[in-house]
């Protein structure tokens, strides 16, 4: 009922009513108080101020407590390996081919094949496009991926530096100094290609905006670690794998590849400083915490990536969100996308104690359950990550 007499509202009053029920959702899905009390402030920020859409620069307060140790122990060989590989496998984005041309329009170098998204659905739906029309939209809804994953990196960059400070091992400090250079590396390769190949740039997404909002304002480390090293950086893997295997167009592949091999070792050691701090040093609240955080970040960034900035330039004047919603929610590439994401994800937090008996209904609940069983980052090589394939369950 209420659906029919919304239809009625003219289109710009639906959008907005649309908008106000999916942020509703967000804020009403948080079960734990604590868990709202830490994303709420942000959800706010992000979805309903759009503070990262508003041209100007942000400033996200901080208030974590930064951790030095006089002694200088090697206290974490795990990490102090992490580090020496770091320093091995650094690379220098002037080295990527940018001689090389682009023509996104040419089959055999498109940025994302054109079945990435389903044109009989959308058909269906009342998207009615030329030829011509498609193979531009696939190219903006790449070109909008590329954005979201800059924007995502400056977010990895400013939280690599303050996890380097708070974190409470030296062997993580110097590890995490390898992983400020990583970050901001692939800020300035994404932002080169975006400027000078796609020469497009899309706004921050409000629901990754909140992500990266939340972890840097949250003084807790092993928030910031939980937020930035396992849960954006297991998206980005997922993201990048999806666009790696899909691309044709031979810069951005090459690009893709030298990122992806640093950001495994990101996740590798998000697991690894949170294995111990997790499943030795908090108490059982604490722990839960962390759990239903982690849970209602997943559902996050699971339904919401919605490329709604791209129906703003595109459809705004002639399609409903909900349409929108479907055509790219359902869309075999983002079918893909969400499957390696999670494929990668769940074992993670299984590996740093937080998918206990008490949250696997809630996982079992969103059919994501199924990926408990797989190996961790500590247990999966750069090259498997490369290969994109959903990593088996451990022997
Ligand atoms: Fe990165
Ligand atoms: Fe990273």
Do not use: C
Request: glycine content about 8%.
């Amino acid at each position: 009922m209420l659906k029919f007499a919304q239809r009625l509202l003219p289109p710009r009053v639906q959008r907005a009513l649309d908008q106000l029920g999916e942020t509703l959702s967000v804020i009403t899905e948080m079960r734990d108080p604590r868990v709202m009390a830490s994303l709420g402030p942000s959800a706010l920020r992000g979805l309903v101020f759009k503070r990262g859409k508003q041209g100007e620069p942000t400033l996200t307060p901080a208030r974590h407590s930064a951790y030095f140790d006089w002694s200088y122990p090697g206290d974490q060989a795990e990490m102090a390996e992490l580090y020496a590989r770091a320093k091995r496998g650094q690379w220098d984005g002037d080295d990527l081919p940018w001689h090389l041309g682009v023509d996104f329009e040419n089959a055999d170098k498109s940025m994302f094949p054109m079945d990435f998204l389903d044109w009989e659905l959308g058909e269906e739906l009342g998207i009615r496009l030329t030829e011509a029309e498609r193979v531009r939209l696939i190219t903006d809804m790449g070109t909008w991926s590329l954005s979201q994953f800059l924007h995502g990196e400056q977010g990895a960059l400013l939280a690599a530096a303050q996890v380097t400070e708070a974190v409470q091992f030296m062997d993580g400090k110097l590890y995490g100094a390898t992983q400020v250079v990583d970050e901001a590396r692939h800020v300035e390769v994404f932002a080169r290609y975006l400027e000078t190949k796609a020469q497009k740039l899309y706004q921050i997404n409000d629901n990754l905006f909140t992500i990266i909002d939340a972890l840097m304002a949250d003084s807790r480390w092993d928030i910031k670690f939980l937020g930035m090293q396992i849960m954006v950086e297991g998206l980005a893997l997922g993201a990048f794998g999806t666009m790696y295997n899909q691309t044709k167009e031979p810069l951005l592949k090459e690009l893709l590849k030298n990122v992806i091999q640093d950001e495994a070792r990101h996740v590798h050691y998000g697991v690894v400083a949170l294995r111990e701090h997790i499943t030795k040093q908090l108490d059982e609240r604490e722990r839960r915490e962390r759990e239903d955080w982690a849970f209602e970040v997943a559902m996050l960034m699971r339904n919401r990536f919605l490329a709604y900035e791209v129906y703003d330039e595109w459809f705004s004047h002639r399609l409903s969100r909900a349409s929108w919603r479907q055509f790219i929610g359902r869309s075999p590439g983002m079918e893909g996308f969400r499957t390696l994401m999670f494929s990668r994800l769940v074992p993670n937090l299984r590996e740093i104690g937080l998918l206990s008996d008490r949250i696997r209904p809630h996982w079992e609940r969103v059919g994501l359950l199924r990926f408990a069983n797989g190996r961790a980052a500590d247990q999966v090589t750069a090259e498997e990550v490369l290969a994109g394939e959903v990593p088996a369950a451990a022997a």
